[in-house]
């Protein structure tokens, strides 16, 4: 069964510093997400792609994240510079088209100190 | 705007009881409704969703979700819970704000009694 990989699982670092996520979508995925879950909250979308192009990222914090989907299959998302508000678990979802069905990766835990 | 509501953050059941989870949304047009698990540390695994069609959706596990469009509510049941049930449930309303998003609510955690 295909799944959406992410990685790293976990990433420990001090604020300040850079960190970097990966995904790569369920093959043939052109919808791919990135959601921000906060311990005891439901996840909340950072930023969508439609392919290669940016559809939403009214919720992503544009002065320190940035994501990118730049061959229109996997996908990194960086902060830079890490605060501490920004612990939190970061999942990634891919669905085959828009509004369908998301599929969601084991998500990467960062800890920022 | 668009919400889901979780009224129960715990919920503690006996294994080989039946379970319901509540959830409640705000949509103003018909939507697109989903269950999603989440087991601790892990990503989130769709246990059953609801497009249109029969109110009553069959999903993974022995889970099943009743849409109530007059209630607005999109419970999930299961008549026997086992203990590897016990995680996080989180129900979602598909919806189109500035773009199509999932709008999960906050979750219930279910524990389960031997």
């Known amino acids: 069964e295909a799944e959406v990989a992410q990685s790293p699982r976990y990433k420990i670092t001090e604020k300040s510093q850079a960190v970097a996520f990966w995904c790569d979508p369920i093959?043939?995925?052109?919808?791919l997400y990135w959601y921000r879950q906060i311990l005891g909250q439901g996840p909340e979308l950072l930023v969508q792609?439609?392919?290669?192009?940016?559809?939403?990222d009214s919720q992503l914090p544009k002065d320190r994240f940035s994501a990118e989907r730049l061959k229109g299959v996997d996908s990194t998302l960086k902060i830079q510079p890490a605060e501490l508000g920004d612990s939190a678990m970061y999942l990634c979802?891919?669905?085959?088209?828009?509004?369908?069905?998301?599929?969601f990766g084991p998500g990467t835990r960062l800890l920022v100190l | 705007a668009q919400s889901v509501t979780q009224p129960d953050i715990h919920i503690t059941v006996s294994e080989g009881a039946s379970l319901e989870l509540r959830c409640n949304y705000s949509?103003?047009?018909?939507?697109?409704l989903f269950w999603y698990v989440q087991s601790p540390g892990q990503g989130l695994q769709l246990l059953l969703k609801?497009?249109?069609?029969?109110?009553l959706v069959q999903g993974i596990k022995g889970f099943e979700a009743e849409f109530k469009r007059s209630q607005s509510s999109f419970n999930l049941r299961k008549p026997s819970v086992h203990w590897s049930d016990a995680a996080e449930y989180f129900c979602a309303v598909g919806a189109m704000d500035s773009s199509y998003k999932l709008i999960f609510g906050s979750g219930t955690r279910l524990l389960v009694r031997p």
């Open positions: 609801y497009f249109s069609g029969d109110t």
């Open positions: 979802a891919s669905s085959l088209q828009y509004q369908e069905t998301q599929y």
């Open positions: 949509y103003g047009a018909t939507p697109y």
């Open positions: 093959s043939g995925h052109a919808t």
């Open positions: 792609f439609q392919d290669e192009s940016v559809v939403d």
